[in-house]
């Protein structure tokens, strides 16, 4: 089977690599000069399948959980340390409706919080923590599979080519290939609102932070009154601060308020990040549907993958799988198929 994929960010190279395996003949067209550009370039990389149970459907912990057993098996270096999710002493209320709007944590002291995380101890008093979750650096992750994609399966990458121009504008992909390849698998994101006009933007503004003064093993959601916030360890004392989720469409520009928000949210949870060194700002617009899950659609021999909202690692690997079954066994996944879940 000769497969064409549109796009290299998560949703495209897991794709990749799901189509490989099966022993298709894969090439991959992006009109930016890399992967894992787009959205994925600005992911902050958590696998907390639970924590993303607190707002999110069942179905996304669903996915998650295959997709965090795909990350820790396929890109080596994934931190499987657990998460935290820590509120201020004003915000315990909330700490308490999070913990009943999900599972798979243990409460902890402030003395344990201690044992896990030296720097913050005597910092909270309580919290949740989540043993089984795990976080990775999206870019390095990305990088590492496609440098596996082209050396062990023979996957071509197109960067920046005309045929890449030619089939980002294209309504119909597959004509725009001609007979380059029997499926077509379009991963554009929100470029692909050409053909799937339910689809909307939803804006992530993130920073990168680098300190000497604190060290994190693991990531922390520390609850904030208006959008979720993490704070995630990247190694060599770099941390991600994100994200914003804003409805819009507007891509690049990182506002006055979302800084504020996030870097008020690092403080909360060390005063050193006040002092810490702004390595990195940037937003990107995340693809959605209106009920926030991911969808698979197909139309002739053009599969579309797409809608991750802001669960794009969480979510790619198990979308990436049930892609390539439709292909190439016909199965059918009422759960990212049909638009109403309720049915199934």
């Known amino acids: 089977m000769r497969v064409t994929i549109i ?33 994925s370039w600005y992911a902050g990389g958590m696998l907390a399948p639970w924590c993303e149970r607190e707002s999110a459907e069942p179905l996304v912990a669903e996915l998650g959980f295959e997709s965090l057993d795909y990350w820790r098996r396929e890109v080596p270096n994934v931190p499987a340390e657990g998460s935290l999710v820590l509120a ?52 390095k992750a ?29 309504a119909d992909a597959s004509a725009a ?15 692909a609102r050409d053909v799937l006009p339910d689809l909307r933007g939803v804006k992530g503004e993130m920073l990168v932070l ?3 003064e604190i060290s994190l093993k693991r ?39 979302a800084l504020l928000e996030l870097l008020s949210a690092a403080y909360a949870l060390h005063p050193a990040f006040g002092e810490a060194e702004v390595v990195e700002i940037g937003a990107d617009v995340r693809p959605a549907f209106p009920d ?23 979510l790619a690997p198990a979308l990436a799988r049930r892609a390539a079954e439709l292909a190439f066994d016909g199965t059918h996944f009422p759960e990212v198929m049909d638009e109403d879940r309720r049915e199934w």
């Open 7 to 39: 796009g290299a960010g998560v949703a495209g190279l897991t794709c990749a690599h799901a189509f490989a395996q099966r022993g298709a003949q894969v090439t991959v067209i992006e009109r930016k000069n890399g992967s894992g550009q787009g959205c």
């Open 88 to 139: 201020q002493a004003r915000d315990l209320p909330d700490l308490k409706r999070f913990s009943r709007r999900t599972e798979g944590f243990d409460w902890i002291d402030g003395a344990r919080l201690g044992e896990l995380e030296p720097d913050l101890d005597g910092r909270f008093g309580q919290g949740l923590f989540f043993p089984t979750e795990a976080h990775l650096e999206p870019r």
């Open 142 to 170: 990305l990088a590492a599979l496609t440098g596996r994609l082209v050396n062990e399966y023979g996957v071509t990458f197109r960067y920046q080519s005309d045929v890449a121009s030619e089939v980002y504008d294209a």
């Open 177 to 191: 290939l001609d007979d380059e390849a029997d499926v077509v698998l379009d991963c554009r994101g929100l470029a």
């Open 210 to 212: 680098y300190s000497t």
């Open 219 to 257: 990531p922390v959601r520390m609850l904030h009154p208006r959008i979720p916030v993490y704070i995630v360890p990247r190694g060599d004392g770099h941390f991600m601060i994100g994200a914003t989720s804003v409805e819009n469409d507007e891509r690049g520009r990182v506002t006055g308020r």
């Open 292 to 314: 926030n899950l991911p969808r698979i659609r197909r139309h002739g021999r053009t599969i579309r993958v797409n809608g991750f909202y802001r669960h794009g690692f969480l």
